[in-house]
């Protein structure tokens, strides 16, 4: 079920219900583009994106760092960049 006339309150976050998609009981997920991606996300993959809806952005995406913004690797990050062919950010990268 999707709720597209209200937002979603996503722990803080205030979502548009047409971005999103049911995940378990009760609660919700950001929708997914045919290529995988969260469907908030503008530009290319690879060369430069954004978020669409950055202040108003869940706290999964809140609390989500990537490798080395904060002096750190982020297995979660590597990952999901390698799943889009993506090299690992390193700690030149900021």
């Known amino acids: 079920?999707?709720?597209p006339?209200?937002?979603c309150d996503l722990n803080g976050g205030r979502?548009?219900?047409?971005?999103?998609?049911p995940?378990?009981?009760h609660h919700v997920a950001m929708r997914r583009?045919?290529?995988d991606c969260c469907i908030a996300l503008v530009g290319e993959v690879g060369r430069s994106t954004s978020?669409?809806?950055y202040d108003d952005r869940p706290s999964p995406c809140v609390e989500f760092s990537p490798s080395w913004e904060h002096g750190e690797p982020n297995?979660?990050?590597d990952e999901s960049r390698a799943a889009l062919g993506l090299e690992p950010l390193t700690p030149a990268d900021w």
């Open 33 to 35: 583009t045919s290529e």
């Open 23 to 25: 995940w378990i009981p």
């Open 5 to 7: 006339d209200r937002e």
């Open 15 to 21: 979502v548009p219900g047409v971005l999103t998609a």
């Open 75 to 77: 297995p979660m990050c």
């Open 51 to 53: 978020c669409r809806i």
């Open 1 to 3: 079920m999707r709720f």
